[in-house]
């Protein structure tokens, strides 16, 4: 049974970091590509950042280069999203997931809140 797990998330102030998780068992994770994305209240789901299966290469939204970066451990089956210098705008419900030629897989996702 595939399953993503993300956790991590929580109150923040701005200007402030979180490290987010996710944990992914059920499948070959070694041979996916991950992928971060995020959804703000009112907003559309928007894709934040993606990994190679090896980590060799990243990608990532314009609104997060240079604050975000993405990491995976193929060995823990787990990928990662290190998140520095939150914004307001960065409070949204983030989901970590890939995808098969098939259909997507994405876990219940994390609430990252950034207030003061």
């Known amino acids: 049974q595939v399953q993503v797990v993300e956790s991590g998330g929580g109150l923040v102030q701005p200007g402030g970091s979180l490290r987010l998780s996710c944990a992914a068992s059920g499948f070959a994770f070694e041979n996916y590509a991950m992928h971060w994305r995020r959804q703000a209240p009112g907003k559309e789901r928007d894709l934040v950042a993606t990994i190679t299966p090896t980590g060799d290469m990243t990608n990532y939204a314009d609104s997060v280069k240079g604050r975000f970066t993405i990491s995976r451990d193929n060995a823990k089956n787990t990928v990662y999203l290190q998140m520095n210098s939150l914004k307001s705008e960065d409070t949204a419900v983030y989901y970590c997931?890939?995808?098969?030629?098939?259909?997507?897989?994405w876990g219940q996702g994390t609430q990252v809140t950034v207030s003061s």
């Open positions: 997931g890939f995808r098969t030629r098939l259909r997507e897989y």
